[in-house]
């Protein structure tokens, strides 16, 4: 059915951490861009963190320092660890291969004060 499946996501308060995993499916990580996106509610989704298929990264200005998000080849997934979350930070959190513009189903992150 889907060829990203998103888990990690949980309830933690500010100042905690969490680390976020996306197995490919039916996809090779290791090949792909992949990405992070998040989506508040009554917002628009946005792109959180980016790796190239050779590992170059990006953030979004919000997390950087914060947030790394790397891949696990022999696992064949994609991680967003998550340190020193704040508030803001929730939001449904998305995995996506930006080449087959494949998505997963997403992980719920609430980080209270």
């Known amino acids: 059915q889907v060829q990203l499946v998103e888990s990690g996501g949980g309830l933690v308060q500010a100042g905690g951490s969490l680390r976020l995993s996306c197995v490919g499916s039916?996809?090779?990580?290791?090949?792909?861009?992949m990405a992070w996106h998040r989506q508040a509610p009554g917002k628009q989704r946005e792109l959180v963190a980016a790796i190239s298929r050779n590992g170059y990264t990006n953030y979004a200005d919000s997390v950087k320092g914060r947030f790394t998000i790397s891949r696990d080849n022999a696992k064949n997934t994609v991680s967003l660890q998550m340190n020193n979350l704040k508030p803001e930070d929730t939001a449904v959190y998305y995995c996506h291969a930006p080449g087959p513009d494949f998505w997963g189903q997403g992980t719920q992150v609430t980080v209270s004060s």
């Open positions: 039916r996809i090779t990580i290791s090949i792909n861009a």
